[in-house]
């Protein structure tokens, strides 16, 4: 098969053709042959996007799949505009050593997925690395679950076994928490210095054990500087932030709304906002990450914290396309380039991220012409709704290629 059309890979946009065999791409250039499928100047083909950050609610105890399923989660995605996730581990029966990763991994080979799934392995108290290489996630508050640590020095305890290991931080400070329960709003009870201290942590951290860290989901503004320092200084870390954060801020809730617009960690301020949609323009902040939490809507309306958003992934690209300006280039290093160099390690012998000879024959297509209106009946995801709907984004899904194949 040969697709025709604009290309975009992080170095720049070029009218080419990309020649798939199989489930890989074999060649790319401008005279490859007739055109199977040409896409038109208004579109932008991507190497297939990625979140490198959700929550299938999917395992061995099958407890949460009233929520979401890996069959539900792959559904979604491909609606957004993506191609392959990585999903966390906390859940009821959680992954963190090779006997509970193992029986993980067979149970979504049970089930009818198409997209690529990474999954994550638990790091918890007394936990240690397992046999072959996996990315893990540290949860270094409460979240949803019981995979988390209830103070920095049982962390700092545990990661002395993960030296050299790729370690994604969820970055709010227990003992904090702990101190601001008493406040009456959700948003105070995480305030901002429970991310920062736990930022300074982290970055700490991942300096002592050689880790490649990763910081989930960031949110506030005064810890950007700590991270853009620890960049300049060679410490291996980068950055996620999800659209939650870019899109929406504490102004938007209401006493009607609250318990959809919880998460952990909250929103934040307008400034909080600003910066978080700056760091992703200037490099500070290197993913687009969803977090992708699906709950009901009972219990989103009841407080369970977290927002489905794997929907409305490739179109909340095109926002950033069309209504801030990012240029294509910037949205496939955050949204495709990244994402690929993140899960490739543990992927192999696929490759996910470029539109380059030897990757995977996945792409996402934007229309920018063809603006989408977000409506709950056209959601994939099990839980049933979005953020986002009433809201219409200035680009939308024209076509998914998986491994070779349209969706």
């Not at 998914?400 to 349209?406: A, H, K, L, M, T």
Request: aromatic letters at 8%.
């Amino acid at each position: 098969m040969i697709v025709e059309g604009l290309c975009v890979n992080p170095e720049g946009v070029f009218s080419g053709q990309i020649r798939f065999e199989g489930s890989t791409i074999a060649e790319v250039g401008s005279r490859l042959g007739k055109a199977d499928v040409q896409f038109d100047e208004g579109c932008l083909i991507f190497a297939g996007m990625g979140d490198i950050h959700i929550h299938a609610r999917d395992d061995t105890s099958r407890s949460q799949t009233y929520k979401e399923d890996f069959e539900t989660v792959s559904a979604a995605a491909i609606n957004g505009g993506v191609v392959h996730v990585a999903d966390m581990p906390n859940n009821p029966a959680a992954p963190i050593d090779d006997e509970s990763y193992a029986g993980k991994c067979r149970h979504l080979a049970s089930r009818n997925v198409d997209i690529h799934v990474t999954l994550y392995a638990g790091i918890g108290p007394g936990t240690r690395p397992l046999s072959h290489r996996v990315p893990y996630k540290a949860y270094m508050g409460p979240s949803v679950g019981d995979l988390y640590f209830r103070s920095l020095e049982q962390l700092d305890e545990t990661l002395i076994n993960y030296r050299g290991q790729a370690v994604s931080f969820h970055c709010e400070d227990p003992i904090l928490l702990d101190a601001n329960q008493e406040q009456s709003l959700h948003e105070d009870r995480r305030p901002a210095e429970c991310e920062l201290s736990a930022t300074r942590f982290a970055l700490r951290m991942i300096e002592k054990y050689e880790l490649s860290g990763k910081l989930c989901h960031y949110s506030v503004g005064d810890g950007l500087a700590m991270i853009r320092e620890a960049k300049r200084s060679g410490l291996d870390v980068t950055c996620e932030v999800t659209p939650h954060h870019v899109f929406f801020d504490r102004d938007v809730i209401t006493d009607d709304n609250r318990g959809l617009m919880q998460m952990n960690p909250p929103l934040r301020t307008s400034a909080d906002r600003e910066a978080m949609l700056r760091g992703l323009r200037d490099g500070t902040l290197d993913y687009l990450a969803t977090d992708h939490a699906p709950h009901s809507w009972e219990e989103n309306r009841q407080g369970i914290s977290g927002q489905p958003h794997l929907d409305t992934f490739a179109p909340f690209a095109a926002w950033l396309i069309g209504v801030h300006d990012f240029k294509p280039e910037r949205v496939a290093e955050i949204c495709s380039a990244n994402p690929g160099r993140f899960v490739n390690p543990f992927t192999a012998p696929k490759k996910f991220g470029r539109i380059e000879t030897g990757y995977q024959a996945s792409l996402t297509v934007l229309n920018m012409k063809q603006p989408v209106f977000i409506d709950r009946a056209n959601l994939k995801t099990k839980c049933g709704w979005s953020p986002f709907e009433g809201v219409t984004f200035p680009g939308s899904v024209e076509a998914v290629f998986i491994e070779g194949r349209r969706h």
